[in-house]
């Protein structure tokens, strides 16, 4: 008898996707599996993020399509919108639930077995205090994966003006290091390669905790961990990349990638002001600076907001000049949105959209620039990259350096599937505007 299937549809950042990764845990541990690339599937969930209008427009439609694609499944729409304003998302036809992230873990479970007729409860476990983190059963389905995420942080204690995360996900709150540390070594023990590290606001990990520690010390305690491949952070705030984590990161022999999203938001101090974001363009350029100089190699990326209210000619060109002295090697490009509930969706001196159009069009040139110039900065040379499952059909890989850089690994000839989810050295031979090659060292 076939086990029945689920499909995950997961929208918006890497925190989602860990969501994602924990309530499949449950999934199969209920006797599901995995629908086929191209199969109808008995479960469909749609984890949703609420950060622009435009993801909700996303969410909306690719919901109506999931209904098209999966006639009888039962479909679930959980997430951020789905938290932030599931009334919107119950006028789209075909959705059977809708799930708050606080109920995530648990409910969706539940109605997968009410649904399938499945014993509820088999085989789940607590996942701790921030519901459906990364926890995964070191089973054959999972270990086809090379990289996971783990969350090891919900939420977040900043109030920017124009971010309604806060009000969505609630304070910042951390996985006891306990926690987090066993769930590391079970995702090490399913195969995985490279962790990455997760949250809403990662770099402010532990603060809420008793007695108080830090995301230095639990990097500390799991370089530690046995058989640990790579660590990789996802986003830090800039006053969270403290010297001490920096200098970590330096010593760490590659244990943690050379590699940070550090958002920026804005190259000109009176938008950050207006954003209440908590540094200045110089705060943002020391940080940059300390990085660099201690990691030459590292990459480095940032979050850039375009269009926020009352954005002059003058501002956006001192974003464009800022990104560019400040060693940023990759840009995500956002335009503003607002957020009902925020500050700024009050704010007057709205930018018209053809403006915003053109200069997030500039932007993301800028990042495209800066990102072919970071590459062919290594072309001739040799990094450490891992290798991603999943076999082309042409001969090669798909790999990561840790310095973030995705390539495809030219194997000359070489069987890849031995070659599959392993760190090998690689020289890059090639670096343009469509990508990255390298050939095995």
Same mark, same amino acid.
């Given at each position: 008898?076939?086990?029945?299937?689920?499909?995950?549809?997961?929208?918006?950042?890497?925190?989602?996707?860990?969501?994602?990764?924990?309530? %499949?845990? #449950?999934?199969?541990?209920? =006797?599901?599996?995995?629908?086929?690339?191209?199969?109808?599937?008995?479960? *469909? *969930?749609?984890?949703?993020?609420?950060?622009?209008?435009?993801? &909700?427009?996303?969410?909306?439609?690719?919901?109506?399509?999931?209904?098209?694609?999966?006639?009888?499944?039962?479909?679930?729409?959980?997430?951020?919108? /789905? @938290? #932030?304003?599931?009334?919107?998302?119950?006028?789209?036809?075909?959705?059977?639930?809708?799930?708050?992230?606080?109920?995530?873990?648990?409910?969706?479970?539940?109605?997968?077995?009410? /649904?399938? =007729?499945?014993?509820?409860?088999? !085989?789940?476990?607590?996942?701790?205090?921030?519901?459906?983190?990364?926890?995964?059963?070191?089973?054959?389905?999972?270990?086809?994966? @090379?990289?996971?995420?783990?969350?090891?942080?919900?939420?977040? &204690?900043?109030?920017?003006?124009?971010?309604?995360?806060?009000?969505?996900?609630?304070?910042? #709150?951390?996985?006891?290091?306990?926690?987090?540390?066993?769930?590391?070594?079970?995702?090490?023990?399913? !195969?995985?390669?490279?962790?990455?590290?997760?949250?809403?606001?990662?770099?402010?990990?532990?603060?809420?905790?008793?007695?108080?520690?830090?995301?230095?010390?639990?990097?500390?305690?799991?370089?530690?961990?046995?058989? +640990?491949?790579?660590?990789?952070?996802?986003?830090?705030?800039?006053?969270?990349?403290?010297?001490?984590?920096?200098?970590?990161?330096?010593?760490?022999?590659?244990?943690?990638?050379?590699?940070?999203?550090?958002?920026?938001?804005?190259?000109?101090?009176?938008?950050?002001?207006?954003?209440? #974001?908590?540094?200045?363009?110089? &705060?943002?350029?020391? *940080?940059?600076?300390?990085?660099?100089?201690?990691?030459?190699?590292? !990459?480095?990326?940032?979050?850039?907001?375009?269009?926020?209210?009352?954005?002059?000619?003058? %501002?956006?060109?001192?974003?464009?000049?800022?990104?560019?002295?400040? =060693?940023?090697?990759?840009?995500?490009?956002?335009?503003?949105?607002?957020?009902?509930?925020?500050?700024?969706?009050?704010?007057?001196?709205?930018?018209?959209?053809?403006?915003?159009?053109?200069?997030?069009?500039?932007?993301?040139?800028?990042?495209?620039?800066?990102?072919?110039?970071?590459?062919?900065?290594?072309?001739?040379?040799?990094?450490?990259?891992? @290798?991603?499952?999943?076999?082309?059909?042409?001969?090669?890989?798909?790999?990561?350096?840790?310095?973030?850089?995705?390539?495809?690994? &030219?194997?000359?000839?070489?069987?890849?599937?031995?070659?599959?989810?392993?760190?090998?050295? +690689?020289?890059?031979? %090639?670096?343009?505007?469509?990508?990255?090659? +390298?050939?095995?060292?």
């Amino acid at each position: 008898m076939s086990r029945p299937t689920y499909r995950f549809v997961t929208l918006g950042c890497k925190l989602n996707q860990a969501d994602s990764a924990g309530i %499949e845990s #449950r999934l199969r541990a209920l =006797g599901m599996a995995r629908a086929g690339e191209d199969a109808a599937a008995d479960l *469909v *969930v749609l984890n949703t993020c609420t950060v622009t209008h435009l993801a &909700d427009r996303e969410a909306r439609q690719i919901a109506r399509r999931l209904r098209r694609a999966n006639p009888v499944a039962t479909i679930i729409a959980t997430g951020c919108y /789905a @938290t #932030r304003d599931p009334e919107a998302l119950r006028s789209v036809p075909g959705l059977d639930h809708l799930v708050p992230l606080s109920e995530q873990a648990d409910r969706i479970p539940a109605i997968a077995a009410a /649904a399938l =007729g499945l014993p509820s409860g088999a !085989g789940t476990r607590d996942l701790g205090v921030l519901g459906a983190t990364a926890v995964c059963d070191a089973d054959a389905e999972i270990t086809d994966r @090379t990289r996971a995420f783990l969350k090891i942080q919900d939420g977040c &204690d900043l109030r920017c003006s124009y971010c309604v995360i806060p009000q969505v996900r609630g304070g910042s #709150r951390s996985v006891p290091p306990h926690a987090a540390i066993d769930r590391l070594s079970q995702l090490i023990g399913a !195969g995985f390669r490279e962790i990455v590290l997760t949250g809403v606001n990662t770099g402010d990990y532990g603060r809420d905790l008793d007695p108080p520690v830090s995301l230095l010390d639990l990097l500390r305690r799991a370089v530690a961990v046995p058989g +640990a491949g790579r660590l990789r952070l996802n986003s830090l705030e800039p006053k969270t990349v403290t010297d001490d984590l920096v200098a970590f990161l330096a010593a760490s022999g590659g244990a943690v990638a050379p590699h940070l999203q550090v958002p920026l938001q804005s190259g000109a101090d009176t938008v950050l002001s207006r954003m209440r #974001r908590n540094y200045r363009t110089a &705060d943002y350029l020391r *940080v940059m600076q300390v990085l660099r100089g201690a990691l030459p190699d590292i !990459g480095l990326g940032a979050d850039v907001i375009v269009g926020f209210p009352g954005e002059s000619n003058a %501002e956006f060109e001192a974003t464009c000049r800022f990104i560019e002295s400040a =060693g940023i090697n990759y840009l995500h490009v956002f335009s503003w949105s607002p957020r009902p509930g925020t500050p700024a969706a009050s704010l007057p001196g709205i930018v018209q959209p053809a403006v915003v159009r053109d200069r997030s069009a500039r932007l993301r040139d800028l990042g495209r620039e800066l990102s072919v110039r970071f590459r062919r900065s290594f072309v001739g040379r040799d990094r450490i990259v891992l @290798t991603l499952r999943g076999d082309r059909g042409d001969g090669m890989l798909r790999a990561l350096t840790d310095n973030f850089i995705d390539l495809t690994l &030219d194997l000359e000839g070489r069987d890849p599937g031995p070659l599959a989810n392993r760190f090998l050295r +690689a020289r890059i031979v %090639e670096a343009t505007e469509s990508g990255t090659r +390298a050939v095995l060292a």
